[in-house]
């Protein structure tokens, strides 16, 4: 085959081949792959409200133990009067021989009426921690700390005895609670309890006290 023939196939073919794509339909380009990132994000679900509680739906603060007469009563003598009612753990010092007498005239300022300023130094003369300073010839005290007296040995004596009835009276009242299955306290609770918050001690109600707490 010629060159001229080689010339003319080729060009026909090219023809042929034009005349073929242009008869051909266009093709729609087809859309571009998105990628992960252009992916539209999953509609994100709408938080949950949160329920508002109702003011009254809050629990109930415990209420607030009533504090006792007595240790109110003895804390005002401890504030009024403390070198003659001193804090825990500082010791009990005698008191002075009638020195509820002069308590009266400064029962108006203490805010106390005579029975309740009876029973708060008749409390704080009964119990461990004042049976233990009664001892004897150890000054007794006035309001003002200043000496008052002495303890006698008769006093002393008594003081020994008081401490010797609690000992056993709270023995007594353990062993009858361990025997019972129940938690060992103190025989009596009101007693226990004005002694431990007011007195740092604990006392059992004895029927005598000191000669300082009695009126003359």
Known sequence: MGFEQLAALKAQLAKQAKEAKEARPAKEARPAKQSKDARPAKDARPAKPQRARPAGSAAPAAPAKPVDPVIQAIGKLQKRFPLAF????????????GIFEDLLQHASTLGLDEAML??????????????????????????????????????AKRAQQQRGQQHRASRAQKGKQQAAGEPAVEASAEAA????????????????????????
């Open 193 to 216: 309890k004005v002694a431990e918050v007011a007195n740092g001690e604990s006392a059992n109600a004895q029927p005598a006290v000191d000669e300082a707490a009695k009126p003359e």
């Open 118 to 155: 009876r029973e708060a130094v008749r409390t704080w003369c009964r119990g461990t921690r004042y049976w233990t300073c009664m001892v004897e010839g150890v000054e007794r005290v006035d309001l003002a700390g200043q000496p008052a007296g002495q303890v006698t040995l008769a006093d």
């Open 86 to 97: 001193p804090k825990n753990p500082a010791p009990k010092l005698p008191l002075k021989v």
